[in-house]
């Protein structure tokens, strides 16, 4: 085949949509932390929240925001990328917006007049537990709102690379714009608390959220199909579509590749390995995400809003953001250089991932014997960089597991289970933390007493997750064996 030389005259369009991507995918990560960076300062006192009313409201967003990855791509598919992603962006802008207006409808249906009358109310009285139940369940909603929103972000961004890139370039688009996870991440702690302090946690709300409207702005005027668009040259559309006789064969051979039923599925091996291995991890990840700001407050007096909070957080997100990319590159090393088969060098990279996370065992005690939150900020931020590189890696035993066209149901399957998951260890952990700050000195665990010792139970848990994962999933599939379905 006669190779074309696109640089020349070539427009570079597809770029800037894989921009846009990774804006939208900022601002998602951003709308999700507005919640977490504001609990412990502005929220918990001013709603008279436990910790677990805490992990009630992030537990639900959790398995809501699973159940709604269930059915987020086959909306995108029927309803086409450029209207679904700006419903997606439009429905969870709305619902980050709609958490500002909690306080006020708490007053309201409570009967105090004003959101101001709130945190004056007497702490364990009648009416501060109407105040607390009433706005957990406005809170719901809003979580709920911008759950059903964000879920089809990675499905919409997912085929619009699919639309402007060839085959190629895919995975290096892809990990540009999921890099707006890592991005928002570290935003996050530097503009959400100091929004709060300054103008309110409402205002963080509306300020964070409506970034999302200025988003849409851009998607209208810009998101056209490629060779709709006035900003495609013939050279780049040309680039874009080189491989699409290729991808029309790999679509016939697909149509005759029969698709395992829901049902069906459970009654392998193989489809066990996946779920009750992202059943056992998935929830780590989230933990670390919903409870560090909490974390780094309640036990080492860092605020959020602090200078000292914002650079605990940004170091835990930093060191995972860095160390994380080369979870594509350890299983790609041992095929390569060492002659194993992808399935083996993926398994035996999950192993060594799945090896950072015992760091979180660490932080608690580091902790407290310096009476310094770095030790844990660090080591936090290892496990979380093994769970990034492990969770990457766990989606691709998908693809090695099952035919094609099954691999969008199994990934479905996966999520809820982690999202179930999630939501167990959300609630676990809040009626813990609540539980052991009530029993004070009466509460005790391997050397720590009340609420410490309720986050080292949780953080034994982080650590020890994976390498429970990696056994279960080893022992479901020992050797490389993909399912084969005839129908």
Known sequence: MKKIDYASSMTSFRWWMCALLFFATTINY??????????????????????????TVTGFFSLFYAVCCLFAGKFIDWIGVKRGYLISILVWSTGACLHAATGWM???????????????????SNIALAVSVTSVYLFMFCRGVLALGEAGNFPSAIKVTAEYFPKKDRAFATTIFNAGASVGALAAPLCIPALAKAYGWEMAFIIIGAIGFVWVFFWIFLYDK?????????????YIHQDDAEEEADRAALAEEKPIPLRQCLHYRQAWCVILGKFISDCVWWFFLFWAPSYF??????????????????????????????????????????GMHPYDARMRSMFIFALFPLFSLLAQPLGAYFNSPWWPAVLIGL?????????????????DLFPKSTIATMT??????????????????????????GAGSAFRFLGFEGKPAGYFIIFCYCGLAYILSWIVMKSFVPRYKPVIYGG
């Open 30 to 55: 951003l709308d999700r932390q507005v919640l977490s960076l504001t609990y412990e300062e502005f929220i918990k006192p001013e709603f008279h929240w436990t910790d677990a009313e805490y992990g």
């Open 106 to 124: 708490t007053a309201s249906l409570t009967g105090l007049g004003s959101a101001s009358a709130l945190k004056a109310v007497e702490a364990g």
């Open 226 to 238: 490629p060779e709709e668009s006035k900003r495609v040259n013939p050279q780049e559309l040309e």
């Open 297 to 338: 407050d309640t036990q080492f007096g860092a605020k959020a809003s602090s200078t000292e909070g914002k650079l605990l957080l940004i170091t835990l997100y930093a060191i995972c953001s860095i160390l994380s990319i080369f979870g594509g590159y350890v299983p790609k090393y041992f095929v390569e250089k060492k």
């Open 383 to 399: 496990a979380a960089a093994g769970h990034s590189a492990w969770a990457a890696n766990q989606y691709s035993v998908i693809s």
């Open 412 to 437: 479905g399957l996966s999520s809820l289970a982690g999202g179930i998951s999630t939501m167990a260890l959300q609630k676990i952990a809040g009626n813990l933390f609540t539980y052991a700050e």
